[in-house]
């Protein structure tokens, strides 16, 4: 069967044809199906910056015309990158921040490259800190740690 995804412009360099594919079912959500990319659309949706990509899937009798479903895309790299409380980033001037201690009570603003959001109101951060660097996740909780991705 197939499944036909909307994969955004900047996403499309990460997808090959015979990636992998995980699948979760909106009706089933206990259920997650392995699939693989077969086509890549050559055109873009003008509307939504998105491109079709095709999944083939094995229907184990449960799959219906129309039904919605997320996919997750297997990458065939591998990449750690931090992540921080949404909360945690400052967007001003067009840029994102996040303050990190500097010692003796002080703070010191840095500036970041965010990425996806994530699960639990965290979101990657591609560059500017580390994992395991500590942020200021909000005015009342001052230091959160930054966990691996």
Not at 8 to 32: C, F, H, M, S, W
Not at 109 to 116: A, C
Request: proline share 6%; aromatic share 4%; net charge neutral.
């Amino acid at each position: 069967m197939w499944i036909i995804c909307d994969v955004y412009e900047n996403d499309l360099p990460k997808v090959t044809v015979g990636q992998q594919a995980q699948i979760k079912l909106t009706a089933y959500p206990d259920r997650i199906l392995t699939g693989r990319v077969s086509d890549i659309g050559p055109v873009l949706d003008p509307t939504i910056r998105t491109a079709k990509v095709r999944l083939e899937v094995a229907n184990p009798g449960i799959l219906r015309l129309g039904m919605f479903v997320t996919t997750t895309l297997m990458s065939r790299t591998t990449v750690t990158h931090a992540s921080v409380p949404a909360s945690a980033i400052l967007h001003l001037h067009d840029r994102e921040w996040v303050f990190v201690p500097a010692g003796q009570g002080q703070f010191k603003r840095v500036e970041v490259t965010g990425g996806s959001m994530l699960p639990g109101g965290e979101q990657e951060i591609l560059s500017g800190i580390t994992p395991g660097q500590q942020v200021v996740k909000d005015v009342l909780n001052l230091q959160a740690t930054v966990e691996a991705q």
